[in-house]
């Protein structure tokens, strides 16, 4: 007797509140995996990079050396500038999936199978990108190679020349990347108001003008959008340093994402502090960018609502 | 339109264009037909330098060789080991925190909202080594449910993101309707919004398909052996081990391309929805 009645409460009580209740219930399984898997661990990696670890033995605690060492690592800094050629030459990625976008947008039979198309290398993985790369580079035979000894009388091995090995893999990153670029900028060109571009039309505008003033501020949500991506993949460079060249030759092409990994899981000892620090500094310059984002986010959503 | 209709141009114009097409869209893919030409060929056309012509005949066997002389096979399962768990585990989770966030007014839904939000671009490097370390812990070492817990937490960060935004555009005059009937929030959510999800659903889980089929970091850090390695991390080990022998590098890569492409050619339009979510206002 008494059972039902608690029962029948608690019931009521789940009533009233259960519109309070039920936005927590919901959330709690995917904040406690989003906590222990990606924001807890943000934390303790600024804490590991304190620490010297091999990763199965005691910590030992340095404070700042870690980060000391860094700056008078000579790696460390190639790894840097690599990261900052990586960031402004992926940027072409989006003025070049426009291109690719306008040229594509047209209403002629079979154009849905050349966008597709056009799209391809998006979907494929980037090990499978640096192979069908590496490949194209290859001394001797490569295509790549090839063309440029036909151009020029001798042909250059770029994967292995360390002053140029960072451009070519770039080129190879830029492949998917415009890809990816070029479907927003279809999506938005899909979107733009056909009566706006109908009235400057008759204005006058046309060609670049057009584009320029009429339809690049109607396509910025993808503008936005495809600088976000190409930023965080050009800083997430990982997968095609790993493949095409394993950060050679002799370090030259290793961006920080590589050299983070290197330190802390290469088969000449694991540096786990070490590593942490310098993910720590990739990091803080994501940060930058992130923030920028989530602000301009942040003040979309206020607009919104 | 823009650019302006090509039906609207000249003659000229409008057979130049469809002339350029099929020129621009066989330089773009060059790469990969060129890699696609080699997964064909026979060893003996390498060996004597025809690298760029036709195959001298079609060897199919590299493809024979390349599941008999590797454990590809192995790889390719271990893929799908670790992908399809992380699609449902990654729906599941997002499903209800989308619904959380994307319907109530609650203190702090924007800050857990921007905490997904912010959680998805961090590099992955500095998770890499806590995140490592217990699973070494959890005993999922080397393991594909080691892998495939972090994807899951991992991608419900983008997941929600998507979620919550596709459920904020239903219409809420649905929701507020059934409460006025007496319905209760959790049959709400799977009698009333749940069954609109299904696009949003079927957009996601082919994303989420492809970005975990082609991740190659995580594998490379959570799991080690042929046993447990996904296709990715396979390819690196196997391209170690075919030095020159690019009939087999080929074959093999497009063998690892084949699902995530399949994938994207028969679910296209989820697909391009998916990834272009807000690039229209």
Same mark, same amino acid.
Not at chain 1, 212 to 217: A, D, F, S, T
Not at chain 1, 223 to 240: C, E, H, K, P, Y
Not at chain 2, 77 to 87: A, D, L, R
């Given at each position: ?152 009388? &001798? ?96 370090? &030259?092409?290793?961006?920080? &994402? ?32 992130? &923030? ?14 | ?79 799908? =080991? ?24 609650? =203190? ?160 296209? =339009? ?12």
């Amino acid at each position: 007797m008494s059972t039902v009645s608690t029962n029948a409460q608690t019931r009521s009580w789940w009533r009233e509140n259960q519109q309070k209740l039920t936005p927590y219930i919901f959330l709690i399984p995917g904040i406690i995996f989003f906590m222990v898997y990606v924001i807890i661990p943000i934390f303790e990696s600024f804490w590991l990079s304190g620490f010297d670890w091999d990763g199965l033995g005691d910590k030992e605690w340095v404070g700042f050396a870690n980060y000391q060492e860094l700056f008078d690592d000579e790696a460390f800094y190639t790894s840097l500038k690599n990261n900052i050629i990586w960031l402004v030459l992926y940027m072409l990625a989006v003025p070049a999936g426009l291109g690719i976008a306008i040229f594509l947008n047209q209403k002629v039979a079979g154009i849905r199978a050349y966008k597709s198309l056009f799209f391809f290398p998006f979907v494929i993985s980037q090990v499978v990108v640096g192979l069908i790369f590496a490949w194209f580079y290859a001394p001797n035979f490569g295509l790549f190679y090839k063309i440029i000894e036909w151009a020029t009388g &001798s042909g250059i091995a770029i994967l292995a020349e360390p002053d140029m090995v960072t451009y070519g893999i770039i080129a190879a990153g830029l492949w998917p990347q415009i890809a990816y670029c070029m479907i927003l900028y279809l999506t938005g060109l899909n979107n733009v108001d056909p009566e706006q571009i109908e009235a400057a039309r008759l204005d006058g505008a046309k060609g670049l003008k057009l584009l320029w003033y009429v339809i690049l501020p109607q396509l910025r949500p993808a503008t936005f959008l495809a600088v976000v991506v190409t930023v965080i993949g050009a800083l997430r460079s990982f997968d095609l340093v790993s493949i095409m060249t394993d950060g050679g030759p002799f370090g &030259s092409s290793r961006v920080l &994402s590589f050299y983070m990994y290197e330190q802390a899981l290469s088969e000449y000892g694991y540096r786990m502090g070490y590593g942490a620090s310098i993910a720590v500094i990739l990091f803080l310059i994501m940060m930058v960018f992130i &923030s920028g984002f989530i602000w301009k986010m942040i003040d979309d959503e206020r607009k919104g609502s | 339109m823009f650019p302006r209709p090509i039906q609207q141009r000249s003659q000229v114009a409008q057979v130049g264009y469809q002339v350029l097409l099929p020129i621009a869209l066989i330089l773009w893919l060059l790469p990969l037909i060129g890699v696609a030409i080699t997964s064909v060929k026979p060893a003996s056309d390498l060996a004597s330098g025809n690298y760029f012509g036709m195959p001298s005949s079609l060897a199919f066997s590299n493809y024979a060789d390349v599941f008999t002389g590797s454990p590809i096979g192995q790889y390719i399962w271990n893929s799908f =080991k670790v992908t399809i768990p992380t699609v449902i585990g990654t729906l599941v989770l997002s499903c209800l925190t989308g619904f959380a966030l994307g319907i109530y007014k609650f =203190k702090g839904n924007i800050l857990v909202f921007f905490m997904f939000v912010a959680g998805n671009f961090v590099p992955f490097q500095i998770l890499m080594v806590p995140v490592r370390d217990m699973t070494v812990n959890l005993g999922l070492y080397n393991t594909t449910t080691g892998l495939a817990l972090f994807h899951i937490a991992f991608q419900t960060g983008f997941c929600t993101l998507f979620m919550r935004n596709f459920i904020r555009a239903l219409p809420r005059e649905l929701i507020e309707a059934a409460r006025v009937e007496g319905v209760s929030e959790i049959r709400i959510f799977w009698y009333v919004v749940l069954p609109l999800m299904r696009p949003a659903i079927a957009a996601l889980s082919v994303l989420i398909f492809t970005f975990i089929w082609n991740d190659y970091f995580w594998a490379t850090v959570l799991t080690t052996s042929a046993e447990t390695q996904p296709v990715t991390a396979g390819l690196y080990a196997l391209n170690g081990q075919w030095i020159a022998q690019w009939q087999l590098v080929s074959a093999g890569a497009i063998v690892a391309a084949l699902p995530p492409v399949a994938m994207f050619f028969l679910m296209q =339009k989820h697909f391009i929805a998916g990834l272009t979510l807000g690039a229209v206002k």
